[in-house]
Structure formats: C-alpha cells, structure tokens
T-cell receptor, first 111, second 116 residues
Framework: QKEVEQDPGPLSVPEGAIVSLNCTYS??????FMWYRQYSRKGPELLMY????GNKEDGRFTAQVDKSSKYISLFIRDSQPSDSATYLC???????????FGKGTHLIIQP | KAGVTQTPRYLIKTRGQQVTLSCSPI?????VSWYQQTPGQGLQFLFE???????NKGNFPGRFSGRQFSNSRSEMNVSTLELGDSALYLC???????????????FGPGTRLTVL
C-alpha cells in the first residue's frame, strides 16, 4: 500500500459544478498538507496549504484535512474549463524528507 | 522575478549512457529539491540540497546523484541509464530547507528524459 492514495480519474464534470478531489494516507506523522495543480507540460504549482486538521478557503477553493480519518479533500466551486488539469495532493511530516505526493487526479471541466 | 528554470527541456538518450540535468532556482532561494515523475509511480522525491550539502535522499539507486553550487544552481546526474529512467524530472526551489519550517516549494517546468 502506497503512503498516499489518490484516484487518477479522469474526473469529468460540467462547467459550474462543484468538484471534490480526495486523498487518503497512512503515515500519521504527516502534518503539512498541500494541493498542487499541474497543467500539461508544466511543473506543479501550489494551490492550497494546510497545517494539521481543519479547513482553509481561498476564493473558489476549499481544502479540508481530517487527520483522525487520514483523509484530505479539495473542493472547487463554480468550476471553469481553465480548471482542467491534474491535481496532486502532497504531504510532509515537517522533517527533511521531501514531499510525498499522490499520483494525481486528472480533472476535465466540460464547457 | 524569474521562476525556476531547468535545462534542457527535452532529452533523448540510449541505455547505458549518462545524463546531466540543470536547475537554476529562484533568485534568493538556497534549497533545491529534485523529483522524478512517471505515470506509474507519480512524483517521487530524489534528493534535496541546501548550501551545497545534500540533506536527504529518496529511495533511488546510487546511479542518481546530484550537487549544488555556491550560487545555489543544482545539477543531477544519472549514470548507466535504464529504460525505466524515462520520466519528467522536476526541480523545486525554496527559501529554506525542509524541516526548518514549512516553506513553499516552487517547481520548474521539468526536463523530459526519454531513454531508448
């Protein structure tokens, strides 16, 4: 079992829908949780960062962390075709061990 | 402010050869991390450099190595290339090393390596 599990998709939704992306993890030492967006032929860019459990909102994006269930989510409201990309969750224990990534979910927003 | 740059963007090599990839971090950033991205394994941490010292290394064979120069630019080298080394190699820079406090990693566009 990989440390971080993420459904690769593709996930296809109509424009304007609410999108829910999720990751589960097994390492209880993880305490920093991130969501990255990666467009084709580009490097990942940070969307959201959360420390420990709780919710964080930034515009149309909301990140949720439930450490008791080892489950994190990213919600996208009013989805746009420009949101079509691969979304990667990433985690860290805060030590010098680099980030552990999920494999990414390929999201398609249909106009 | 210029972002992270990686050269070359695309590379084709044959099995058994070696390759060197280059990464220039954002100005002022002293930490550089390298990742390998493949469809099968996703993004995997290779190693991190800070102040010319390797701080940590992921679970990769010794054929993968790197270094960092005094201007924070970094190179990674893969010797005796195998078909399975075909991947997108991503470099990320940050102000401080991991483990100090959380600090955002900024990724470059990557180098696409194809091994034939």
């Amino acid at each position: 079992q990989k440390e971080v599990e993420q459904d690769p998709g593709p996930l296809s939704v109509p424009e304007g829908a609410i999108v829910s992306l999720n990751c589960t993890y097994s390492n209880s030492a993880f305490q920093y949780f991130m969501w990255y967006r990666q467009y084709s032929r580009k490097g990942p860019e940070l969307l959201m960062y959360t420390y420990s459990s709780g919710n964080k909102e930034d515009g149309r994006f909301t990140a949720q962390v439930d450490k008791s269930s080892k489950y994190i989510s990213l919600f996208i409201r009013d989805s746009q075709p420009s949101d079509s990309a691969t979304y990667l969750c990433a985690m860290s224990g805060g030590g010098a061990d680099g980030l552990t990534f999920g494999k990414g979910t390929h999201l398609i927003i249909q106009p | 402010k210029a972002g992270v740059t990686q050269t070359p963007r695309y590379l084709i090599k044959t099995r058994g050869q070696q390759v060197t990839l280059s990464c220039s971090p954002i100005s002022g950033h002293r930490s550089v991390s390298w990742y390998q991205q493949t469809p099968g394994q996703g993004l995997q941490f290779l190693f991190e450099y800070f102040s010319e010292t390797q701080r940590n290394k992921g679970n990769f064979p010794g054929r993968f190595s790197g270094r960092q120069f005094s201007n924070s630019r970094s190179e990674m080298n893969v010797s005796t290339l195998e078909l399975g080394d075909s991947a997108l190699y991503l470099c990320a820079s940050s102000l401080a090393p991991s483990g100090v406090i959380y600090n955002e990693q900024f990724f470059g566009p990557g180098t696409r390596l194809t091994v034939l």
